[in-house]
């Protein structure tokens, strides 16, 4: 059942193709991930490429392009395995989770973990992980995390009498933490921006073997010491999917309160041994936690990574508590999803919004403490939450996004698994049978609205289209426009027309985001374009010059520039403006080749030559090859 819910909720994404937001530089206009000999394996495991550091993820897209090259089909299918996968795991994670609880001699825990697993997996929010082939990240790290979770309850639960008493293996297993720890902190390097490396290789494998040591002091002797080998391997896989998961360490001792109950029921002095041992236990989980912690704040920083000037610290406060409530809220009403939320470029006191969740995410903290011995399931769901999202409520800001619908992914798996438990005690009042009749329309309810939000998810224009009207990003509308400019690419009938479409786009996102003073120099760069695309080089060569200025270190704005100095025959300044696209990327043959023709314009004809046979090293072209052909004949 749970499968074929899935199978129809998402059958749209079967028949999606890529969308321009990041599929573009992650996917169609990215080799680098295209193999998996030791290049390319070395280029996934060191790269912070869209401020993201993800091997696993990456080598999912290497499988795909191995299979079926850069057919959208092949990216969106693996998606969705790997979110049916997730689900299945769900399923046998909410059963476990609820059976280790009251519920534990009751039939009717199957029923309540479909109702978790169902809520988690058909819901409009996985929409955007799943049929967005860049959120593949989510499905990855999400899968992983779940497995981990499972093989750590499968373990955790029958330890409950296997608790040591003594103080010396909590000892020698925080040592060997602390000391794999600063081995791999200190072992890597995060000078370069873009890749990782290693200032000493030795550091980095004796880190690794002291990790693996306090793997083996926390859980040799017990019993089911295979699931928590499980749990740490897929912790890790986890963490290399995305880093989305690294607050888990504390979810897990969330769980030993409710439901494992491993810190009740101690006499004193045992109590003390005991609470050092229950934590000392997750150390090889908490240095897996600190190092992927501390790479992904390397692979964010210098990746639109905001500074406390430009996103203050009561900023960031009053964003977290805006995104606290966000995330239940469309748990319950999941309408008017949309791929963007705005950030502001200032949040204060007179913002009423954020102030009123603010003040009620702290409400429903202590309401969720008060009821916490009569109700701890709601307690530990709430504070399991809490902990989960806590890494991507603006705290570390990166990005434009007020509040993303990706996020919930991992941080919303706790009220699926409540809303099991609380099917289940509703299936056990005198109307209880009812239950399953009545959730077969909340569930079709699930699946259309999943349906129709992967519907949006199909096409670039179906997206923007439908999130224009719901929020007018500008950010939107020039994605949109930038859609319309490609489409004119591969549509020369109606070329004009795409063109005045994408340019009106443009003008509406430069003038809202004006008007929203969330401006940033993009807009200048995709109007730019479009004006030299409709042959308006004048007007192209005003705006491309503002971003130069704005954005003096993104090759992009040059090398368009120069193309559009070009056009207008203005062969020196085009020089200038494509030598400086080349000093930031020395390899790019489109460059070359237009620089060819400046060159070419200008009579310098040896260097011109010399231009077009780099291109061509770089990037055959037949029109560099032509003019090649003319030069050498002259």
Known sequence: MLLVALALAFAPASTAGFILIDDQQNILANP????????????????????????????????????????????????????????????????????????????????????????????PLRAESVAWVTGRNDLTSGLFFVLAMLAWLAWARRRVADVPIGSLRSTATLLLGLGSAWMLLTGLDFSDRERLATTSEGRVGAGCVLLLGSSLVAAVGTKKAGYLAISLVTFAASLAGKASAVTTPLVLLVLDVWPLKRWSGWESPDRAFRALSIVAEKTPFFVLAVVFGRIAFWAKHGHAMYSLAEHTPFERLLQAGYGIVFYPWKTLAPLGLVPIYDLPAHISLSDLPYIFTGVLALAITAVAWIVRRS?????????????????????????????????????????????????????????????????????????????????????????????????????????????????????????QAYLKSALALSDRALATALERDVYVPTYRLHRGTILYNLGRYEEAIEELARYCAEMPEDPQGPFNLGLALNASRRWDEAAEALKRALSFKPDWGPCWRNLGFALDGMGRLEEAVAAYRRSLELDPNPVAQARLRALAGK
């Open 375 to 495: 109700l701890p399931g709601v307690w530990v769901t709430w504070l399991s939450y809490l902990i989960l999202i806590a890494p991507l409520l603006g705290l570390f800001q990166s990005g434009p996004q007020l509040v993303a619908d990706r996020y919930s992914y991992l941080a919303c798996m706790p009220f699926a698994v409540l809303l099991g438990g609380a099917a289940y005690r509703l299936e056990q009042t005198r109307g209880g049978r009812w239950l399953r009749v009545g959730g077969v329309p909340l569930a079709v309810v699930l699946i259309a609205l999943t349906w129709m939000q992967t519907v949006r998810w199909r096409s670039s224009e179906s997206l923007f289209s439908y999130s224009a009207v719901v929020n007018g990003s500008p950010r939107i509308l020039t994605n949109w426009a930038m859609d319309r400019n490609a489409a004119a690419e591969s549509d020369p009938v109606r070329r």
């Open 32 to 123: 680098s991930f295209r193999g998996l000999d030791p290049d390319h394996l070395g280029w996934m495991f060191s790269t912070s490429h869209m401020g993201h550091y993800q091997p696993i993820t990456w080598l999912t897209y290497a499988a795909d392009y191995a299979v079926a090259g850069l057919d959208p089909l092949a990216y969106h299918a693996t998606s969705l395995l790997l979110h049916a996968a997730t689900a299945v795991a769900f399923f046998l994670l909410a059963r476990l989770a609820l059976s280790s609880s009251e519920v534990r001699h009751c039939s009717s825990v199957d029923f309540a973990s479909l109702t978790a697993a169902l809520t988690f997996a058909v819901h």
